[in-house]
């Protein structure tokens, strides 16, 4: 036996047979299983080891404050801060190795806001009768398996038992993993990039592995640089090269690559070291020739895919832009660096290609120039940012920035 410990959260008034049938699968791999019941008004199918009275209580409110008005919008909410708290607690004292839950769309959302608060990781496996659809919502930016129920949860048959079983074992085999997430003695660094990007940012990553430091690359489609962010957070990434900050632009326009109102600013509170590119960030992008908004329809529209369209900033829109970046960086308070390529943010933005406007980005660069504090050092390159030579600087620069804190 290895000695693991699987918490299992479900409703166990209404998913208390297959919380059971779950927890023999579970013993049965030679696993503990520690059951958490987030329940609030029918009985209790299936014994709790953590009851619905002690999750209500860590969430706030007492289970019999909840019943006075037993409605989803009060108890949800309580009920996921409790088996939050619970469960952060369990892992951080070592007595909890993994997660599994099932449910429809109330289970199903009550039960990831819980996964979502816990380390990248750690495992956690959601049994949803949602997993065929877009996840987005419920997945966000950790690394929660989603596994299709097919059927309802509602009752024991041949399928549903085969399907639990399956999940017992995906979370188990995920728990008795000996690779742990650890920490290097040199910091980890995250690498931003697109598609339009992608030859400078390799290049930039050669130089980087080359002297020895690992890199961890974010597609920057605005999940991907949230990720980033929420592993500086937690002591994951060390350091970073934004080569792509595309999701600056997109998030100030409402389109496709949002990266939330955080984004630019975290490196910045915690004192990484940050290297800082524009990477496409003159590029709005959104999915078929047809969804591009009535105000950009008379511009180039390029497309990058069949489903994604590409659109430019204009001269007045890249100087907004600069002045959100200028926002957004003021955070950082230890040295920097601004790295800009003068001849093009991209491959679709060298001369010859349809967005290539200097005289936009040059307003960009006015704005960076004007409002950037001292100790964010702005260095400006007359070439493109796919020339092998500037995503090398740009890799030497973080490298330069790393070690004089070392």
């Given amino acids: 036996m290895s000695g693991k410990t699987i918490v299992i959260l479900a409703t166990l008034d209404t998913k208390g047979r ?3 049938y779950l927890r023999e699968q579970i013993e049965a791999l030679g696993d503990r299983a520690l059951v958490v019941d987030t329940g609030v008004t029918g009985t209790p199918a299936a014994r709790a080891d953590v009851t619905r009275e002690e999750v209500a ?3 706030g409110m007492t289970l019999a404050r909840i019943l006075e008005s037993p409605t989803r919008e009060v108890a949800a909410p309580v009920m996921a801060d409790g088996a939050t708290k619970i469960m952060l607690e369990l892992a951080a004292e070592g ?7 099932m449910g429809g769309t109330q289970g199903t959302t009550l039960s990831t806001t819980v996964m979502r608060a816990l380390p990248y990781g750690f495992p956690k496996v959601m049994v949803s009768t949602m997993a065929s659809g877009n996840v987005a919502p419920w997945v966000d930016i950790k690394d929660i398996t989603m596994m299709f129920s097919v059927t309802d949860i509602l009752g024991l048959n041949p399928v549903m038992r085969k399907i639990l079983a399956n999940a017992a074992g995906a979370v188990c085999g995920m728990a008795d993993v000996e690779v742990q997430l650890e920490r290097g003695g040199r910091p980890l660094v995250g690498v931003t990039t697109v598609g339009i990007t992608t030859r400078g940012a390799m290049r930039a990553i050669e130089v980087l592995e080359e002297a020895g430091y690992e890199t961890i690359v974010f597609h920057a489609i605005g999940p991907g640089g949230r990720a980033m962010e929420q592993m500086m957070k937690e002591g994951i990434i060390g350091a970073v090269l934004d080569f792509s900050t595309i999701e600056v632009s997109n998030e100030m326009y ?3 690559l949002a990266g939330g109102p955080e984004r630019l600013t ?3 509170k915690l004192g990484l070291p940050q290297v800082l590119c524009p990477g496409a960030i003159e590029v709005l992008v959104y ?5 591009v908004p009535a105000r950009y329809q008379g511009r180039t529209l390029i497309p990058h895919s069949p489903k994604i369209t590409d659109v430019r900033l204009n001269k007045e829109e890249m100087a907004e832009v600069g002045r959100e970046v200028v926002r957004r960086l003021h955070y950082t308070t230890d040295e920097a660096v601004f790295l800009i390529p003068t001849a093009g943010y991209d491959s679709y933005a060298v001369k010859g290609m349809g967005f290539y406007d200097p005289e936009a980005d040059a307003a960009f660069v ?3 120039k004007e409002g950037l504090p001292e100790n964010i050092r702005i260095v400006e390159r007359d ?3 796919d020339d092998p030579a500037f995503a090398a600087e740009a890799a030497r620069m973080l490298i330069s920035l790393i070690e004089a804190r070392a």
């Avoid at 007595?95 to 839950?101: D, F, N, S």
């Fill in 254 to 256: 409402h389109a496709l």
């Fill in 266 to 268: 975290t490196a910045g």
């Fill in 366 to 368: 006015a704005e960076l």
């Fill in 18 to 20: 297959e919380a059971q």
């Fill in 95 to 101: 007595k909890a190795h993994g997660i599994v839950a």
């Fill in 383 to 385: 070439t493109h940012i």
């Fill in 57 to 59: 209580e860590a969430g």
């Fill in 287 to 291: 999915n078929e020739p047809h969804t």
